[in-house]
């Protein structure tokens, strides 16, 4: 079993920055895609941006995103740095991995950090 740890999550007023980190951890042998999304209350839980093993990056909005994503495949660890953050950036934020077990790939997801931003 593979497990996601997310961390960073919190409350944070209009124009802030945050910081996600997700650390991947358990009977790992290979992950490909890692990755956010989120879900804000009453809508449908959504890409936020991916990244590939080889440093591919995909961004749901790349225009509106203010955000980057950043990936340590040596420690299969992901982050997310979000800046100027805006109230309808606030939902809970799931971290993913597309995990290889020598026979499946299958996708984990984590149990999500909240993130609040105040107007």
């Known amino acids: 079993q593979v497990q996601l740890a997310e961390s960073g999550g919190g409350l944070v007023q209009a124009g802030g920055s945050l910081r996600l980190s997700c650390v991947a951890s358990?009977?790992?042998?290979?992950?490909?895609?890692m990755g956010w999304y989120r879900q804000a209350p009453g809508k449908q839980r959504e890409l936020v941006a991916e990244i590939t093993r080889g440093g591919t990056t995909n961004y749901r909005d790349t225009v509106n995103c203010r955000c980057t994503i950043s990936r340590d495949n040596a420690k299969n660890t992901i982050g997310l740095q979000m800046n100027s953050l805006k109230p309808e950036d606030t939902a809970v934020y799931y971290c993913i991995a597309d995990h290889f077990d020598r026979v499946v790939t299958t996708t984990r997801w984590g149990q999500g950090t909240q993130i609040t931003v105040s107007s």
């Open positions: 358990g009977s790992i042998f290979i992950i490909y895609r």
